[in-house]
């Protein structure tokens, strides 16, 4: 194994306490003071950092003994449940933000719906800009990406079984040719890596369950039927069938994921990664490297024998909807901490206000069972949805079902109206419908009694999200935008960022891009506030540097969450800004301190 390689398992042991129960000073290294070198037996002062299992009493022994340890070196291992089939669990206590899933993907391809592109890089094509495969004729942009291993798949299955050479001309529109392409390299593997073929075959497929979908008969024309035309030979040599084809379908449905490293975002299916399980407040974020692994870190400490998971729909829609599209998509209804819990955790992030009569009644209104809250209940009784009520927390007021949904329903028509981009229209919004009150003048007054929606309900976070990026862009750029904003517009952006990342640190907390996008939005506000401050007060050294170190602790929280973004992405560009913001301002700070003498930090 290379050093490299090595380095990265190795971590400072942790302290260890030996007979003495620690009242000797520094590590003791009595006979029975912890754990022994795996090696020699000698005590250990090292620790394996991939799964914190291993001892070693320096780096030659853990070296020596990495061919025996690799295979039970994770900090993730498998486990099964009739509940959930297959998953990953903590193999050891994690700390946060420990990245337990490095992983390239087993298999790669373009996204489903697009006009011809360069089967390796991805790159749109043009009639000017294709060059046909010498081989098979697909099209791609280069002679280096037509030898590119990622392009052997279809390459090879064209040449043995269609019998004659592509040939894709429409260029700019979706060609549906591509739709079937993850689907034909995966079964490319059967003869060419039987051992992929194996795992891609024991993932999940619930090709059962999407019989008769409409996903699957639009797959049966689109990619199945489509497939064995084309490549008649799969199916009159190989002895593929349909059936074979749409269970391919239903494992890529159910397991793939999109990369964003592509516009539009590509598919990928990775090994390990795909026995991650769901779960509406995660324990573990992913990401993707440059390279298109997948990344995956904790996000808040897990326990040994926990279950990691990751969040397979959008945490920022509504309890009823998320369930609905977990179940329309992977074919499970969710009955994590989350959908179990009405209040999200206290967040009533899905809840009504009560607008029952007692004047300023604290309340929520709830559903009965947050099971069935927002569609057809799971066990498929379509009247059950009516007889279902969502009672207030705290009086006795309560609303039937069908009331609530038409209510939400209401404010969602209003909100797929609204424009972001109008900040205005936004708090109006957020004044209607929540209750918010804004040091602003705004245009038109609704006077409400009591909100409609709880206040944090997942409409008002979806208008504050915009409104708190919107605020400030209208400049050449960052700093002029925000130094057009009025104090009551910077005031509200700072308290909409402070509110947004408090709810997400406690409904979404793996949800790092958003929480870190919005505390460098803060350091900005910050900034511009002490720039104010400035031409207010005049210099003040120990204002300017009390704002100073609170810009720079909001640019290193979102360094922090951000630090796994790759620079290809947006959030990946703003980890690069935020970087280059705290060397200006860690120089700032030393030439305030070399200037007035106070601590930098
Ligand atoms: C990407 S696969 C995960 C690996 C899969 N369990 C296996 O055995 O291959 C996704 C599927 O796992 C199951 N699953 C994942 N998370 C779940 C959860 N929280 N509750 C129930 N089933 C879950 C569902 O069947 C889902 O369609």
């Known amino acids: 194994m290379a050093t490299k390689q090595l380095k990265q398992h190795v971590k400072p042991p942790a302290p260890q306490q030996g007979p003495c129960a620690g009242a000797c000073a520094g590590p003791c290294a009595g006979p029975s003071a912890g754990p022994a070198c ?3 037996g000698a005590p250990a002062g090292q620790r394996c950092a991939g799964c914190g299992g291993a001892y070693y009493c320096g780096k030659d022994h853990q070296k020596q003994h990495w061919k025996q340890h690799k295979p039970a070196c ?29 992983e390239a993907p087993m298999l790669e391809a373009p996204p489903p719906s697009t006009p011809p592109l360069c089967l390796t890089c991805y790159k749109p094509l043009c009639e000017a800009t294709a060059r046909d495969c010498p081989r098979c004729g697909w099209p791609m942009c280069s002679t280096e990406c037509a030898n590119n291993p990622k392009h052997r798949g279809e390459c090879r299955l064209t040449m043995q079984k269609r019998g004659n050479r592509m040939n894709i001309r429409n260029f700019g529109l ?75 379908c239903g494992i890529l449905q159910v397991n793939g994921h999109e990369v964003p490293l592509s516009e539009p975002p590509h598919v990928a299916v990775y090994d390990k990664g795909s026995l991650l399980a769901h779960s509406c407040r995660a324990n573990c974020a992913k990401s993707f490297s440059s390279a298109g692994e997948l990344v995956v870190r904790t996000s808040t400490a897990v326990k040994a024998g926990e279950t990691l998971t990751i969040c397979y729909t959008d945490p920022m829609w509504g309890t009823a ?103 205005e229209a936004c708090r109006i919004f957020l004044q209607r419908y929540g209750g918010d009150e804004f040091p602003l003048d705004l245009k038109e007054k609704d006077a409400v009694r009591r909100p409609l929606l709880s206040r ?47 709810l997400g640190e406690k409904l979404v907390p793996a949800e790092h891009r958003m929480r870190g996008l919005l505390w460098f939005e803060l350091h900005a506000v910050e900034a511009e506030g002490s720039r104010r401050h400035g031409l207010d007060q005049g210099p003040d050294p120990d204002a300017l540097r009390a704002s100073l170190l609170e810009s720079r602790r909001c640019l290193a929280e979102a360094v922090n969450l951000l630090r796994c973004e790759p620079p290809e992405l947006p959030e990946g560009k703003v980890l690069r800004q935020a970087r280059l913001n705290l060397q200006d301002l860690d120089q700032l700070l030393c030439a305030l301190h070399n200037a007035v003498g106070v601590a930098p930090m």
């Open 38 to 40: 795996a090696v020699c």
């Open 74 to 102: 994770s900090p993730v291992k498998e486990s099964r449940s009739a509940e959930m089939g297959r998953f990953l669990v903590a193999a050891r206590n994690l700390d946060a933000g420990e990245v337990v899933l490095k």
């Open 174 to 248: 979706p060609h549906p040719s591509y739709q079937c392409m993850a689907t034909l390299r995966c079964l490319a593997l059967k003869e060419a890596q039987p051992a992929k073929w194996l795992r891609l075959q024991e993932m999940e497929s619930h090709h059962e369950q999407r019989q008769g979908s409409p996903r699957m008969e639009q797959e049966r024309f689109a990619v199945a039927q489509f497939i064995l035309r084309v490549f008649p030979k799969l199916r009159d040599e190989d002895k593929i069938t349909e059936d074979d084809i749409l269970k391919v």
């Open 321 to 423: 909807a998320r369930r609905q599209h977990l179940f329309e998509t992977k074919f499970f209804w969710c009955r994590c901490e989350r959908c179990l819990d009405r209040t999200e955790f206290g967040t009533y992030f899905s809840a009504l206000g009560c607008p029952g009569e007692q004047p300023d009644c604290p309340g929520h209104i709830l559903p009965d069972d947050p099971l069935v809250e927002g569609g057809a209940p799971e066990d498929g009784d379509p009247d059950m949805g009516d007889a279902m009520y969502w009672r207030c927390s705290q009086c006795d007021v309560s609303m039937p079902q069908g009331s609530v949904l038409s209510l939400l329903r209401r404010v969602g028509e209003d909100l797929a109206e609204l424009d972001k981009d109008d900040a």
């Open 456 to 502: 944090h309900h997942f409409y008002l976070t979806d208008v504050r999200l915009a409104l708190a990026q919107r605020y400030g862009q209208d400049g050449a750029d960052a700093q002029q935008g925000l130094s057009q904003l009025t104090a009551g517009e910077l005031a509200h952006k700072r308290a909409l960022c402070h509110q947004l990342i408090q």
